[in-house]
């Protein structure tokens, strides 16, 4: 066990830029508060986790948020070989994992669910890992997972010097951009043999060498009860941003006939 000591060592490590970056996004309004962000993201077990993945050599430091979610928060990390990494930690203290039973239920890839959040929030975290690694095993333009331990996942990191690639929302789209998420969808479901179940144009990196996909915690298994439900809505999503930005696209449901054949 860390003690007291090392903790907070440790903590203070990790926190890093952490707080200059949060107060930089929130404002006096917002009512931030350095321990609340500290004792979400770093309780004792994730503490441990952390330790553990630095006395392994997995990683060396991290520097501090660069992504932050209703159920997780990433962090820029650097390797002993001073790669950048991407560590999603999955908050323990949050009740929002509640929601996502009906993306396990159902899925024969996870049928022992034990009760408790910490539980789901480890167990979510091993399926965004299954799921990543399903995919960049097919040859998918995904984030290249590297480990998961409890609610830590560590991942290559897209991006340069912290800053991560823009997602599509985030940048200037044409009709390749539209026919190559199409594509991704479609090698989705009959290479990886998932359904994204929540892809939008804010979990797509666009990266000079082409598009990049990330957030695969929802993804399903095509035998899913839900699957073809999930991947029509991932369709329509993205036709809707799509749209929105001017372009005249395929009708979604002639997509999802397409993938199916």
Sequence with gaps: MLTDELEKKLAKRIDGRLLE??????????GFDKNKVLDEVFDKSTMMTLSGLKNSG??????????????SKTYW?????????ALKIYLVATSNFKKRYPYLLGDSRFTKIKKGTRNLVELWAQKEFGNLSQCFKKG?????PITVIKNVLVMEFAGKNG??????????????????VVSI?????NKAKIVHADLSEYNIFKTKKGLLFFDLGSAVDIKHPNAIKFL???????TKFFVKRGLTVTNPSDI?????K
């Design 185 to 189: 969808i479609d090698d989705l479901y």
């Design 163 to 180: 800053v991560p690639e823009p997602t599509l929302v985030e940048t200037e789209v044409d009709y390749n951009d539209y026919e190559s």
């Design 77 to 85: 990390a650097v390797g002993p070989s001073g790669n950048d990494l």
């Design 140 to 144: 998918l333009p995904c984030v290249r």
């Design 58 to 71: 997995t990683i060396s430091y991290v520097n501090g948020a660069v992504g932050s979610g209703k159920e």
């Design 232 to 238: 029509e809505r991932d369709i329509k999503n993205i």
């Design 256 to 260: 999802v006939k397409r993938i199916m």
């Design 21 to 30: 970056k949060e107060r930089e996004r929130k404002s006096e309004k917002d």
